[in-house]
């Protein structure tokens, strides 16, 4: 990763909280109970519990053109991650991902480092164009052209996601030197204008992501839309994009701070050595990770008794299914750092100590029955 990405990514101000271990269990076999209207009751068979819900992306061959690389999972290569796809992107210096939509889906992207503009455009005609820095989002509706080009002579890094989980940027988007490559030089002639022959000289295919000039800061003049609905987010400096975490912090855009963003929503959280983002589960959304730093532990849930514990490094994504009961641990030596997002423009979340304070206290002890109250107490006492 860039260097750069540590100094957007700095959190200060830890707190010293204490978090126990997470205990995560499938017991090997299960009770069989009676039931005063059928035959024994079996509950679920432990034989099929793998989720496999990690995937390490920077470890893959990336696609390479002249300017740059970009490193892909979809449902391809990830099964479990149906509805969201990821991209890793370098763009070098004076590098640029040429004009391009998808069909199918919407982009959320983060700039990780260096510096970039992109230009949009909507079926209204309307076009925006703006420069990101390092902890800038933005986020393109889906159908809706664009492009982006590296400004200055450091190269960018920037970390793309899609809310379709077939989505890869070689089948599913459509770029400006392909159709060029594609259409009868005469009826491009007839489009623009212009003698059919100076098409002779156009790149023959696409040429993804192309090799250039640079771009100086000077020269990446902006235009962009009302405030309310711009395509960027400041997601590092917004004051309103901060929530409260125990154990570190956490930044998020939905399209509550960020209008556009009608689809998607992200972040960034940061959780400090021996923390845990608590067990919880998500309402309307299934949940997709990338790792910027760190060493992390993912435990999850799913229905019919599956469960699972990975462990996740620097490049490695995760994705959690909708609905699936999950909680995040930083089991390293230094902060914990994750690009987290999700597949709707609202953020909701239920934890799982919260459930339990809700529910009567005979209910729980009936739930855990041989369990001493004392422990029921303790597990629907507020933390402090």
């Given at each position: 990763m860039l260097a750069h990405r540590r100094n957007f990514l700095e959190i200060a101000a830890w707190g010293a909280v204490h978090f126990s271990t997470l205990a995560v269990a499938v017991s090997a076999e299960r009770l069989t109970v009676k039931s005063a209207h059928a035959e024994a009751v079996h509950a679920h068979a432990t034989t099929a519990a793998t989720i496999e819900f990690r995937f390490p992306l920077d470890a893959g061959r990336p696609r390479v053109a002249s300017g740059g690389w970009a490193k892909e999972v979809s449902v391809r290569e990830f099964p479990i991650a149906h509805s969201m796809a990821g991209v890793h992107a370098f763009l070098d210096a004076g590098g640029s991902r040429e004009l391009h939509w998808h069909a199918t889906a919407a982009e959320w992207a983060l700039v990780l480092g260096g510096r970039c503009q992109t230009v949009v455009i909507d079926p209204s005609g309307a076009s925006e164009i703006n420069n990101f820095e390092a902890g800038d989002l933005w986020?393109?509706?889906?159908?809706?052209?664009?492009?982006?080009q590296t400004i200055g002579d450091e190269p960018c890094n920037i970390l793309l996601v899609f809310d379709d989980g077939r989505f890869t940027p070689d089948a599913s988007a459509f770029s400006l030197t392909d159709w060029i490559d594609l259409t009868p030089k005469d009826l491009l002639a007839q489009e623009f204008g212009v003698p059919k022959d100076i098409f002779d000289a156009f790149p023959k295919g696409e040429t993804f992501i192309q090799a250039g000039p640079i771009l100086r800061p000077e020269d990446a003049l902006e235009a962009p839309w009302p405030k309310e609905s711009t395509h960027r987010f400041r997601l590092t400096r917004e004051t309103k994009a901060a929530r409260d975490l125990d154990g570190g912090t956490f930044r998020l855009a939905t399209a509550k701070e960020f209008p556009a963003s009608t689809t998607m929503s992200g972040g960034i959280m940061t959780l400090e050595p021996g923390a845990m983002r608590k067990l919880h589960w998500n309402v309307n959304a299934d949940e997709w990770h990338?790792?910027?730093?760190?060493?992390?532990?993912?435990?999850?849930?799913?229905?019919?008794?599956?469960?699972?514990?990975?462990?996740?490094?620097?490049?490695?994504?995760?994705?959690?299914?909708?609905?699936?009961?999950?909680?995040?641990?930083?089991?390293?030596?230094?902060?914990?750092?994750?690009?987290q997002t999700w597949n709707s423009g609202a953020f909701e979340e239920i934890d799982l100590d919260q459930f339990a304070r809700a529910a009567p206290r005979h209910l729980l002890a009936n739930n855990f029955a041989g369990v001493p109250g004392a422990t029921i107490d303790a597990m629907r006492r507020p933390r402090s």
């Open positions: 986020y393109f509706a889906k159908g809706h052209g664009h492009a982006i990338y790792y910027l730093r760190g060493k992390g532990q993912v435990a999850i849930f799913g229905s019919g008794g599956r469960g699972k514990v990975a462990e996740f490094r620097p490049g490695d994504v995760a994705y959690i299914p909708q609905g699936f009961g999950h909680a995040i641990r930083n089991i390293g030596d230094e902060p914990l750092e994750i690009v």
